[in-house]
């Protein structure tokens, strides 16, 4: 790609973050997360309170980008079927046809989802890995991109099934919103009590998030940032407060969003700023404390920021 056309990905780049900020006020980071779990073929475990603009957030973010919308309310009567699709008889061609669940979608918004059964996690977290669902001895191949944004209430525990931690780690990310700031939250008082939210006009398309991808695997990495990548992973299995570290996808997925970030940011290099950015959201949900740690005090967060600090960092020439 010549350089004026690399600029004008930018740009675009640019604009669609600033389409999605017509709808939701501050959270840049959880914004570029989001667009760094697409373009690297990942998907997003999403944590935060109510009333944040999860759901908001994923609308907007699917429309800046063109793509397909569907949001399924995660409840303990749901079944898998309810998700994936099931087959209906066809009164008037007098066989059975495949009916499409809401997983036949590119942004797919689980809400909620420890709140339905482990039959109903798996059967989305297949969806997830395969990219297809099965029925009936066929097989229906899911739209590309498909992206699963799936949120859960980190404080409300009762009647919940949370999500096991073999399946936690197919999520490429988690991302916690936290509360906006003051600023923020005056400028949505100010922009939206009396006026309604704006519409999101699209911005990117399917075929320029391709060109990006394309883009990505342009992205050099020297041998240092390899190591130093393995020397993170390697940090949090070694530690004495970590009961279980980061499994070999971490550091495959740390790669691959490392090489996105840089592309974001206008590099054709993967820096270690890259690498030390992108890890905490990779390594959260994939780090489990002893229990004498946790009740020191200890929180994974807490506890990945002093492994990056901790962790020499390599000078590139």
Same mark, same amino acid.
Request: glycine content about 4%; aromatic content about 6%; overall charge neutral.
């Given at each position: 790609?010549?350089?004026?056309?690399?600029?004008?990905?930018?740009?675009?780049?640019?604009?669609?973050?600033?389409?999605?900020?017509?709808?939701?006020?501050?959270?840049?980071?959880?914004?570029?997360?989001?667009?760094?779990?697409? +373009?690297?073929?990942?998907?997003?475990?999403?944590?935060?309170?109510?009333?944040?603009?999860?759901?908001?957030?994923?609308?907007?973010?699917?429309?800046?980008?063109?793509?397909?919308?569907?949001?399924?309310?995660?409840?303990?009567?749901?079944?898998?079927?309810?998700?994936?699709?099931?087959?209906?008889?066809?009164?008037?061609?007098?066989?059975?046809?495949?009916?499409?669940?809401?997983?036949?979608?590119?942004?797919?918004?689980?809400?909620?989802?420890?709140?339905?059964?482990?039959? +109903?996690?798996?059967?989305?977290?297949?969806?997830?890995?395969?990219?297809?669902?099965?029925?009936?001895?066929?097989?229906?191949?899911?739209?590309?991109?498909?992206?699963?944004?799936?949120?859960?209430?980190?404080?409300?525990?009762?009647?919940?099934?949370?999500?096991?931690?073999?399946?936690?780690?197919?999520?490429?990310?988690?991302?916690?919103?936290?509360?906006?700031?003051?600023?923020?939250?005056?400028?949505?008082?100010?922009?939206?009590?009396?006026?309604?939210?704006?519409? +999101?006009?699209?911005?990117?398309?399917?075929?320029?998030?391709?060109?990006?991808?394309?883009?990505?695997?342009?992205?050099?990495?020297?041998?240092?940032?390899?190591?130093?990548?393995?020397?993170?992973?390697?940090?949090?299995?070694?530690?004495?407060?970590?009961?279980?570290?980061?499994?070999?996808?971490?550091?495959?997925?740390?790669?691959?969003?490392?090489?996105?970030?840089?592309?974001?940011?206008?590099?054709?290099?993967?820096?270690?700023?890259?690498?030390?950015?992108?890890?905490?959201?990779?390594?959260?949900?994939?780090?489990?404390?002893?229990?004498?740690?946790?009740?020191?005090?200890?929180?994974?967060?807490?506890?990945?920021?002093?492994?990056?600090?901790?962790?020499?960092?390599?000078?590139?020439?």
């Amino acid at each position: 790609m010549a350089a004026s056309d690399r600029t004008l990905m930018l740009q675009k780049i640019e604009e669609f973050k600033k389409e999605v900020h017509k709808a939701v006020v501050g959270y840049d980071d959880i914004i570029d997360g989001l667009l760094i779990a697409l +373009v690297s073929g990942g998907h997003v475990l999403l944590e935060g309170v109510p009333g944040i603009a999860k759901t908001l957030l994923a609308k907007s973010f699917a429309q800046a980008l063109s793509l397909k919308f569907s949001r399924v309310q995660f409840t303990p009567d749901l079944v898998p079927s309810d998700i994936t699709g099931t087959s209906v008889f066809d009164q008037k061609r007098g066989e059975f046809r495949f009916k499409e669940g809401p997983v036949f979608t590119n942004v797919l918004l689980a809400d909620e989802i420890n709140r339905s059964p482990p039959k +109903v996690q798996s059967a989305l977290l297949e969806c997830m890995q395969e990219k297809y669902v099965t029925a009936d001895g066929k097989s229906y191949p899911l739209p590309d991109p498909f992206f699963v944004i799936a949120t859960q209430n980190p404080i409300e525990m009762e009647g919940v099934y949370p999500l096991p931690e073999a399946q936690v780690d197919r999520f490429m990310f988690k991302l916690v919103m936290k509360y906006p700031s003051r600023e923020e939250e005056k400028i949505m008082l100010s922009s939206y009590v009396s006026t309604d939210i704006p519409a +999101v006009n699209p911005v990117l398309d399917v075929k320029q998030l391709q060109t990006i991808r394309e883009e990505v695997r342009k992205i050099t990495m020297e041998s240092k940032v390899f190591d130093y990548i393995l020397d993170i992973v390697e940090a949090t299995r070694k530690d004495e407060r970590v009961m279980l570290g980061a499994s070999p996808r971490a550091s495959l997925q740390m790669a691959l969003a490392s090489r996105v970030r840089a592309l974001i940011k206008g590099r054709n290099y993967v820096s270690p700023s890259d690498v030390k950015s992108v890890a905490p959201n990779i390594l959260r949900h994939r780090i489990i404390l002893k229990p004498e740690a946790e009740l020191d005090g200890l929180k994974t967060d807490i506890l990945i920021s002093e492994l990056l600090e901790k962790v020499p960092v390599p000078k590139l020439v």
